[in-house]
């Protein structure tokens, strides 16, 4: 689960990271780069989107200066994923939320992807 986030890092199960992350329901966690830096587009969640989850969660900074393109948006959409976009210290709350909760109240774990970045 998700720790903290302070700008420019995440703490996640002790582990501090320092740079931009996708995590998913199982707790694995990947670099999370993209072409620019303050643009979330297809080409950006292509790993997210293969790993087939029901939910992609998006942070989009301290500030939420990071913006998701319209086509990115609408390729998650298309894919019958719910998809959610908050600046990056409430995407992580609800990323824990949706990931305990899954378990407590149906016993399966809900396939919860987070991507967040973790600076503006």
């Known amino acids: ?9 995440i703490n996640i199960d002790g582990k501090v990271y320092q740079h931009d ?7 694995e966690v990947f670099d999370w780069p993209r072409a ?3 643009i979330i587009d297809v080409e950006d969640i292509i790993d997210a989107l293969e790993q087939s989850p029901e939910t992609i ?6 500030s939420g200066l990071a913006q998701v393109t319209e086509r990115a948006k609408k390729e998650i ?12 210290e409430q995407a992580t709350k609800t990323f824990n ?6 378990l407590e109240e149906e016993g399966v774990q809900e396939k919860v992807i987070g991507l967040f970045h973790s600076t503006c």
Do not use: P, Q
């Not at 992350?21 to 707790?27: D, S, V």
């Not at 969660?57 to 301290?62: D, H, L, M, S, V």
């Not at 939320?97 to 899954?102: L, P, Y």
């Open 21 to 27: 992350i996708c995590i998913n329901w199982a707790g």
């Open 77 to 88: 959409v298309a894919r019958g994923i719910e998809l959610i976009i908050d600046k990056t």
């Open 36 to 38: 620019e830096s303050h």
């Open 1 to 9: 689960m998700i720790e903290e986030y302070k700008f420019g890092s």
């Open 97 to 102: 939320i949706r990931k305990e909760e899954s």
């Open 57 to 62: 969660i998006i942070g989009t900074g301290e």
